[in-house]
């Protein structure tokens, strides 16, 4: 399930049992993409609790894209090498880890550090 229309080419992955994301990690969500510019319709929310790496890779394949976000996820795909809140640059794209929303939200360090890591990526 997606939700967004991607027109900056900015993918967000996230791992929940929501259709594709619950209200409250939605609005914090959209929170964090206005602090670096990009409204709703700017990226695609996915849902892939479900989907396995061969569709995870497809999907990115489908949707073209500069910046990837992952939110509780255990490793990017492909198993690309990726340490929470450290953004990674491979062939011109951006890829980042992080927690999941609803733990980020509730938690100030959690919070720094994932502003920090997308002034480094935006």
């Known amino acids: 399930p997606t939700k967004g229309e991607n027109l900056k080419h900015c993918l967000v992955l996230v791992n929940t049992d929501a259709e ?6 939605e609005e914090f969500l ?12 700017d990226v695609m929310i996915a849902n892939i609790s479900t989907a396995n790496d061969d569709s ?4 990115l394949v489908e949707h073209n ?6 939110f509780g996820l255990n490793q990017l795909p492909n198993e690309m090498e990726a340490t929470v809140y450290k953004p990674l640059n491979i062939k011109g794209k951006s890829y980042l880890l992080a927690e ?8 100030q360090d959690k919070k720094k550090a994932l502003w920090k890591a997308l002034q480094s990526m935006f």
């Open 30 to 41: 959209y929170k964090i993409l206005g602090a670096v510019k990009r409204q709703a319709n």
């Open 100 to 107: 999941d929303l609803t733990s980020i939200s509730q938690n």
């Open 56 to 59: 995870i890779s497809a999907f």
């Open 65 to 70: 894209h500069k910046h990837l976000l992952g």
């Open 20 to 25: 594709v994301i619950g209200a409250s990690d």
